[in-house]
């Protein structure tokens, strides 16, 4: 089942989320609820979610990007995002820790905020400690667009959205940003915008 996305507004996406029960993750509910997490990130289509953006404000983020994705961006933009395709990852009760506190900046965009992108500075390299869908702690080290991801979607879990770091004179359109920025690497994006 695809579910409806909410949208910057809803009160729900400023919430913090709570923790959810070790018990619950390996219920049959906690496991729909995870296959519908799945299906609507893949229709949006999107490489993160969180809990709150399809209504249930508790700790549980997927994420998953595929090489189809990475199609219209260029190679070399890739390489420096440090972006490679990767299964879906489903993580219960995330924690962050910064491994390398080197800012990365690049447009990013969210399903909550439909329509519209903005450039973010990220940490180029976390530590994530949560409980995976089997309810085993998991701790996992991510760099590159990666990070970001993570960086982004537990932001969703303590009510944050990107709007509240990025750099706002960059906010624009997805159209706009197809138009000029898709193509740029780093050092243009930095020298118009951060
Ligand atoms: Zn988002």
């Known amino acids: 089942m695809i579910l409806k ?18 018990n619950e993750i390996k219920s049959f509910k906690t496991k729909e ?13 999107g490489v993160g979610l969180a809990a709150p953006q399809i209504g249930l404000s508790k700790q549980i983020i997927i994420l998953e990007d595929k090489s189809k994705y990475l199609e219209i961006i260029p190679k070399e933009i890739i390489k420096k995002q440090k972006r490679k395709p990767f299964s ?4 219960f009760n995330p924690t962050l820790e910064v491994i390398n506190s080197k800012m990365d900046s690049w447009f990013e965009g969210c399903l909550s905020v439909d329509g519209y992108v903005a450039v973010v500075d990220r940490y180029s390299k ?3 400690i949560a ?3 089997k309810g ?10 990666m990070a970001r991801i993570l960086q982004h979607e537990i932001d969703h879990l303590n009510g944050n959205l990107f709007i509240d770091k990025m750099h706002s004179r960059s906010f624009m359109t997805v159209k706009y940003f ?3 920025w898709r193509k740029k690497n780093d050092s243009e994006i930095k020298a118009n915008y951060i």
């Open 126 to 128: 976390v530590k994530i």
């Open 178 to 180: 197809n138009q000029y």
């Open 5 to 22: 996305l909410n949208q910057v507004g809803q009160p729900i996406l400023r919430y913090k989320s709570k923790k959810v029960d070790l």
């Open 33 to 45: 609820f995870i296959n519908f997490m799945a299906s609507t990130l893949r229709d949006a289509p």
């Open 136 to 145: 085993e702690k998991v701790s996992l080290i991510a760099e590159g667009w």
């Open 88 to 91: 879906l990852k489903v993580l």
């Open 131 to 133: 409980f995976d869908a």
